[in-house]
């Protein structure tokens, strides 16, 4: 039986692992120093250090994310070739303690730190392995800078990244329960292209200082590629900022016309994206399924023509609006380049496992994959609306399994919340009307439509 995990013993079990990593990191640079020895010159060492502090200042948050991308890593691998792993690992921790944020918790700076030291000190040791050369003078072939600088440092770069997309999901892991794989997989796909720049950029910085002997000169050579980077990643970070505010926009406008679904789009996300970790959903679809989660239910912007009737009932106004509402929602978002990936899963979230949804009345997995992971996602938000118990919740969407949901599905969620990712949830606000997407009205809007098909 799995350990239960509490905010206690995940702070705890995050301990243990930043006191390993010490460990390790330790360990690592006595190595070093015993094997190959410290730094020629501490002045380079320190001049280094502080272009990894002000290299870690040049940050650009991605949208609606707590990721930043930082260009000390390029300082970071270069350190190993013009000065060694010492070096490096100095750079790692030093920049990062020397660039904190204050909104970071003691233990996250501690890791930070940490792991910055272990990853560099372990790329500086494979580059070494690898016949990477440490302060390569001039003279050398371009073979000789080939092989003993270039191919070594690129393959530390890969290594510097994986280990720093492991450790980085292993935190994860302790701390929200998120499978390390994903993790680890998106860290990776986002991450490569970003460090094959950094290796190109690290390499001709080294080489500038070292090999033609320009030493810190070197840094003014190397300007004009790092701002034209920072200016390219901050053009797409700002244009992922557009989409998430365009997207805000809407779901306004729809919650400002119906204030009881106020905060149910970015539930649904919520859960939507759970589940969409537990399906290993690429990037690309993650995104998509965001976008869609949040403007299921866009095509609800117009007013209801009437309320439901007294006894609890749709009245036939209601039923209208909402088996239209779908094809509304993708009607109003036509035109929008970033939501083609979306729209699908807006169009058919409420089509059902055994045919009998709407709009379309698509069966099993003929209806897209990100519209039954919203399905699945709308219904336990409605559920734990209705009672707020999420025990129950789960086993009312268990209980539709091979009927109105994917079973797959179903799956996903429950382990997801096995892992504890949506106890944030549970604070939800109760719905005092019936939700259009909770099951009973399912039943009844399968039915209607089912007789309007006979």
Wanted: aromatic share 6%; with cysteine; glycine share 8%.
């Amino acid at each position: 039986m799995a350990r239960l995990l509490t905010p206690r013993s995940r702070a705890r079990d995050i301990a243990w692992l930043v006191a390993a990593l010490a460990v390790a990191l330790v360990l690592s640079a006595f190595i070093v120093w015993i094997h190959v020895g410290g730094p020629r010159s501490w002045a380079t060492v320190a001049v280094l250090v502080a272009l990894g502090i002000l290299s870690k200042s040049i940050r650009i948050k991605q949208a609606e994310s707590t990721t930043y991308i930082s260009f000390s890593g390029i300082v970071q691998a270069a350190a190993i070739v013009v000065a060694g792993p010492i070096a490096s690992m100095l750079v790692g921790s030093l920049s990062t303690i020397g660039s904190v944020r204050r909104k970071q918790l003691a233990i996250q700076r501690i890791f930070n730190t940490v792991m910055s030291g272990l990853v560099s000190v372990l790329g500086g040791i494979a580059y070494l392995a690898l016949g990477g050369v440490i302060e390569p003078q001039n003279g050398r072939t371009a073979t000789g800078i080939l092989v003993h600088v270039l191919a070594p440092l690129f393959a530390a770069n890969i290594i510097m990244l994986t280990l720093n997309a492991f450790l980085v999901a292993t935190v994860i892991r302790i701390a929200e329960g998120m499978p390390i794989r994903h993790s680890f997989a998106t860290s990776v796909r986002g991450g490569w292209i970003p460090y094959l720049g950094y290796g190109i950029v690290a390499f001709l910085f080294a080489d500038l200082w070292t090999v033609e002997g320009l030493g810190p000169v070197s840094v003014i050579l190397v300007v004009a590629p790092l701002a034209l980077a920072q200016w390219s990643m901050s053009q797409q970070a700002a244009e992922q900022r557009t989409h998430y505010r365009t997207v805000e926009t809407v779901v306004a406008a729809v919650e400002a016309r119906h204030p009881n679904t106020r905060g149910v789009s970015q539930a649904v996300a919520s859960v939507s994206g759970a589940v969409g970790d537990e399906l290993r959903l690429r990037a690309g679809q993650a995104e998509s399924l965001q976008f869609a989660a949040i403007l299921h239910d866009v095509g609800l912007i117009a007013p209801m023509v009437s309320r439901h009737r007294i006894d609890g009932r749709l009245g036939d106004s209601d039923i209208a609006q909402y088996l239209t509402h779908p094809d509304r929602g993708v009607s109003m978002l036509e035109g929008i380049e970033f939501l083609e990936g979306s729209t699908a899963a807006i169009r058919h979230h409420h089509e059902r496992w055994d045919g009998t949804g709407y709009p379309n009345g698509l069966e099993g997995e003929e209806i897209p994959l990100l519209a039954r992971i919203v399905a699945v996602s709308a219904t336990y938000v409605a559920l734990l609306r209705r009672t707020g118990d999420p025990a129950w919740a789960l086993d009312s969407i268990k209980a539709r399994a091979g009927s109105q949901l994917d079973p797959g599905c179903v799956v996903a969620l429950d382990q997801a919340i096995s892992r504890g990712r949506l106890d944030h949830l549970k604070t939800l606000a109760m719905l005092p009307d019936l939700d259009h997407d909770d099951p009973a009205t399912s039943d009844l809007l399968a039915g209607v439509r089912t007789s309007v098909r006979r």
